[in-house]
């Protein structure tokens, strides 16, 4: 079961109570989305570009993607966001988090009425905007398209720790164009190992709003 729960903020993030952990950090929901996936992700990410592609690992709430589609449109980039979540939320469930109050209502609107039909086909939610939400585990996920940008937004590795394997941080890696980015509110010495040796320049940077620090890491060229 999931729990609306207010952060620190005032914006809200869902308790879950199987996993034992928030969607978002206490701290902040929305303060963490924008720092983490929106200033040192996206922004950074698509520059001048016209067009991004994001791979999202954790759809949850779909904050990271309302945060994304709206910056995009505002700026007319084109959007292809692909996210992957294996315990999609029901839309009624989103819609309880409130977020529609950090976004124009067109966009929030736009969000809604397509989720569901997302997460079994990409939808054109825009001339400018694409989402498909894949209903699989990341381990299972396989795609041959390529990505400029990677939101590792999965539950901590004490409560997943599946998802912070070598492996599995492997597998993310091969889905980056080279010069690509990943991204993530977690950084740990195995983490940044693991995103080395797949052919990574490592940052540090600050982290939200009660952690110290992050991680971005850029996918060598050729």
């Known amino acids: ?11 809200n993030t869902l308790y879950n109570e199987t996993i034992g952990e928030h969607y978002h950090s206490k701290h902040g929901a929305l303060q963490e989305s924008k720092h983490v996936f929106i200033e040192a992700g ?4 698509v520059a001048d570009q016209a067009e991004i592609s994001v791979l999202e690992v954790g759809f949850g709430t779909g904050l990271n993607f309302i945060l994304s589609f709206e910056y995009c449109e505002a700026n007319n980039i084109n959007l292809h966001y ?5 315990f999609p939320l029901t839309s009624e469930v989103i819609e309880q988090t409130a977020y529609s109050a ?5 966009i929030w609107s736009d969000f809604i ?9 990409a939808q054109k939610l ?25 939101y590792y937004d999965a539950f901590s590795v004490q409560h ?9 941080i492997a597998h993310a890696c091969s889905f980056l164009k080279p010069g690509g980015t990943f991204v993530t509110y977690a950084i740990t010495g195995k983490l940044k190992r693991a995103v080395k040796a797949c052919g990574f320049t490592i940052e540090k940077l ?17």
């Open 82 to 86: 692909t996210s992957i979540e294996a």
């Open 102 to 106: 950090y976004v124009p209502e067109v």
């Open 113 to 121: 009425a397509n989720y569901n039909n997302a997460l079994k086909a």
């Open 126 to 150: 825009t001339p400018h905007c694409t989402l498909e939400i894949r209903h699989t585990t990341f381990a299972e996920y396989q795609n041959e398209q390529k990505f400029d940008i990677i």
């Open 206 to 222: 600050p982290g939200a709003p009660g952690k110290r620090e992050m991680l971005r890491a850029i996918k060598a060229e050729g």
């Open 42 to 45: 996206l922004k950074f990410t």
């Open 1 to 11: 079961m999931n729990i609306i729960t207010l952060t620190a903020d005032g914006s």
């Open 160 to 168: 997943q720790p599946e998802m912070w394997s070598d492996e599995i």
